[in-house]
């Protein structure tokens, strides 16, 4: 089975700033990995993924994620936000090449971004 | 293509009344998944299917909550008799075979039980 544990739970960050939000998961086997965004009031939008190859994933809006095996991390980054990235983000998890297709999802870190 | 369709956008009902949800999934999608989401705990798998049938309906809280998919295009989930803390955003979304697609989310029915 897999986790995924998102480190906390409200990020402030002024405009331009560079913010990283965190994300840890746990697994017997390997795994993909991704993260999603969902703006007020709308569904959760991929922004980013991780299956295979280079550590380093890029995504949409700016935003890149590494994943590193060793800490069993995934983490996001921007190097400068803006005020429309403000958003709820989840960081998500399914094992790779398992029968289901099931993703598990982290509890969601709100992104403020201020003026 | 449209992308998941989610139906109604919003629904307010009366504790004991019956409600339905309506999705349907992006054409050639084979999984499809129902979630309910609310402040208290977050993002929840509710049930999901495969080829319209029943995988894991393990996150289904109670016998008042069932859910189908008659066909690849349209799934329903229907709660009876409603309760006031049945009240979140319920979502669906789908998938093709590999996990490593990831999932397209529809828009949600935000559900609201008085």
């Known amino acids: 089975a897999q986790s995924v544990t998102q480190l906390d739970s409200q990020v402030p960050v002024f405009e331009e700033a560079p913010v990283e939000l965190r994300c840890n998961y746990s697994?017997?086997?390997?795994?993909?990995l991704f993260w999603y965004v969902q703006y007020p009031n709308q569904g959760l939008q991929l922004l980013l993924k991780?299956?295979?190859?280079?550590?380093l994933v890029k995504g949409i809006n700016g935003f890149e994620a590494e994943f590193n095996k060793s800490q069993t991390s995934f983490h996001l980054r921007k190097p400068s936000v803006h005020i429309s990235d403000t958003a709820e983000y989840f960081c998500a998890v399914s094992g790779r090449g398992g029968a289901t297709n099931k993703l598990i999802f982290g509890t969601g870190t709100l992104l403020a971004v201020q003026p | 293509d449209a992308g998941v369709i989610q139906s109604p956008r919003h629904e307010v009902t009366e504790m004991g009344q019956e409600v339905t949800l309506r999705c349907k999934p992006i054409s050639g999608h084979d999984y499809l998944f129902w979630y309910r989401q609310t402040m208290m705990r977050g993002l929840e798998l509710l049930i999901y299917f495969n080829n319209n049938v029943p995988i894991d309906d393990s996150g289904m809280p109670e016998d008042r909550f069932s859910a189908k998919m008659p066909n690849a295009s349209f799934s329903t989930l229907k709660i009876q008799p409603s309760e006031p803390r049945d009240s979140a955003v319920y979502f669906c979304?789908?998938?093709?075979?590999?996990?490593?697609?990831?999932?397209?989310f529809g828009s949600g029915t935000r559900l609201t039980v008085v």
């Open positions: 979304a789908s998938s093709f075979r590999a996990s490593g697609d990831g999932y397209t």
């Open positions: 991780y299956l295979s190859g280079s550590t």
């Open positions: 697994s017997s086997v390997s795994v993909y």
